[in-house]
């Protein structure tokens, strides 16, 4: 069975401090990690995938076999980086198993 | 390309009305899914669809029933509605696993 951990309801930082967003998971095989985040009354949309490793609004996210965690940051937040994040893992199969999310809350 | 759309955007149901949830992706992507979003639940999949043709139950299918019209809509309907599916249902599509999938705007639910 595949499963997503997201610790922290809620998030709450100062606009410029560093953010960090933990997931962790259970899975047996190789695992596709993703982060989504879904801006107030908005759809969801991908913010990152590990495979691409790529900085997207200047988050990151490394995912880590041995602790099975795939923890998103962002060294300086801005009052825009306000959402819920949903971490997510795609196995073998045609399912996407989603975190239950974290909402972050960014002030002035 | 309008991406990943869904019908109606917000709907109020009285309990034991039947509806459909309308979902069409042109992004000719061969699998679609049904997702209901609760606070502190995060998106929980419904029913989902690998091709047309085929449908799969996902971790919370019981209430509802799904049909795969074609590549491009994947319908979800309430046959007997109740209180405990006032929810926010998203439809996502995506090509083939493990690539990225892509989600609708979403429906409101009611139900009173």
């Known amino acids: 069975a595949q499963r997503v951990t997201q610790p922290e309801k809620l998030l709450s930082v100062f606009k410029g401090a560093p953010v960090e967003l933990k997931c962790n998971y259970s899975y047996s095989g190789s695992p596709e990690l993703f982060w989504y985040v879904q801006y107030s009354r908005q759809r969801l949309q991908l913010l990152l995938r590990h495979i691409s490793r790529e900085s997207i609004k200047g988050f990151t996210a490394d995912l880590n076999k041995g602790e099975t965690s795939f923890h998103l940051k962002k060294p300086f937040a801005q009052e825009e980086d306000s959402a819920m994040y949903y971490c997510?893992?795609?196995?073998?199969?045609?399912?996407?198993?989603f975190g239950a999310g974290t909402t972050v809350t960014v002030r002035a | 390309n309008a991406g990943v759309t869904q019908n109606p955007k917000f709907q109020v149901l009285k309990t034991g009305q039947s509806m459909t949830l309308q979902c069409a992706q042109d992004m000719n992507h061969n699998s679609m899914y049904w997702y209901r979003q609760d606070p502190g639940m995060g998106l929980r999949l419904i029913y989902y669809s690998a091709s047309e043709g085929t449908t799969d139950k996902g971790e919370v299918p019981n209430g509802y029933n799904v049909s795969r019209l074609n590549k491009r809509e994947f319908s979800l309907r309430l046959e007997s509605a109740a209180p405990s599916q006032t929810s926010v249902y998203f439809c996502?599509?995506?090509?083939?696993?493990?690539?990225?999938?892509?989600f609708g705007p979403g429906t409101r639910l009611l139900v009173l």
């Open positions: 997510a893992l795609s196995g073998n199969d045609y399912k996407l198993s």
């Open positions: 996502a599509s995506r090509l083939d696993p493990p690539e990225t999938q892509y």
